[in-house]
């Protein structure tokens, strides 16, 4: 199985600020077919996950542009410009490319 | 605009069964890849499955702690979603989710527990 893990495993972020979250897998995530099924989702408390990021680094619909993802290979990381309020919750990375499915054991966004 | 309504769930016995629903509008499930994934109480995300489209043979494949005891399936009539759960351990207790690439259902709560 493909271990996804994910740094660091809490922020304190000030609104305003940036924040980033890294997730680097076991293996590499490029498909033969040139695609690489990599996505960033954010839970809310109390709520279903939700998609912020697809492929790397194609935001979702509805995403704010102040989310952003990069990354290749082995190495992914998760960037938001300028951290708001409704920012908070646990973010989780997540690989299709290989089954099983595998998650990042998830980083949790807190505000000062 | 898609939307998962998932049904089913409560408290069950070791040993027993539980079937889930997931009602899709928008998609018809049997056309799109349909995934499960659970959260046990305070963990992460767990993927347990997922049903392949049609047009790509509209198999299962399921997570190794599940295989042989939770079955996908769909109906298209009914443009639902199900996941049958046999032979439940506590283990399996969690919140339940299901999935089409950026739709999640609302979850639901399986407990096993004698």
């Known amino acids: 199985d493909i271990v996804m893990t994910q740094t660091p495993l809490s922020l304190s972020v000030t609104p305003g600020q940036p924040a980033s979250i890294s997730c680097k897998s076991s293996?590499?995530?490029?498909?033969?077919?040139?695609?690489?099924?990599f996505y960033w989702y954010l839970q809310k408390p109390g709520q279903p996950p939700q998609l912020l990021i697809y492929e790397v680094s194609s935001r979702f619909s509805g995403v704010p542009d102040r989310f952003s993802g990069s990354g290749s290979g082995t190495d992914f990381t998760l960037k938001i410009s300028r951290v708001e309020a409704e920012d908070v919750g646990v973010y989780y990375c997540?690989?299709?490319?290989?089954?099983?499915?595998?998650f990042g054991g998830g980083t949790k966004v807190e505000i000062k | 605009e898609v939307q998962l309504v998932q049904s089913g769930g409560g408290l069950v016995e070791p040993g027993g069964s539980l079937r889930l629903s997931c009602a899709a509008s928008g998609i018809t499930p049997s056309n799109a890849w349909m995934n499960w994934v659970r959260q046990a109480p305070g963990k992460g995300l767990e993927w347990v499955g997922r049903?392949?489209?049609?047009?790509?043979?509209?198999?299962?494949e399921y997570a190794a702690p599940v295989k042989g005891r939770f079955t996908i399936s769909s109906d298209d009539s009914k443009s639902t979603l199900f996941l049958e759960m046999n032979s439940l351990k506590a283990e399996d207790t969690a919140v339940y989710y299901c999935?089409?690439?950026?739709?999640w259902g609302q979850g639901t709560l399986v407990t096993v527990s004698s």
């Open positions: 999935l089409t690439f950026g739709y």
């Open positions: 293996q590499r995530l490029l498909q033969s077919g040139g695609k690489t099924f």
């Open positions: 049903l392949r489209p049609r047009n790509y043979g509209g198999t299962t």
């Open positions: 997540m690989q299709a490319t290989q089954l099983p499915l595998t």
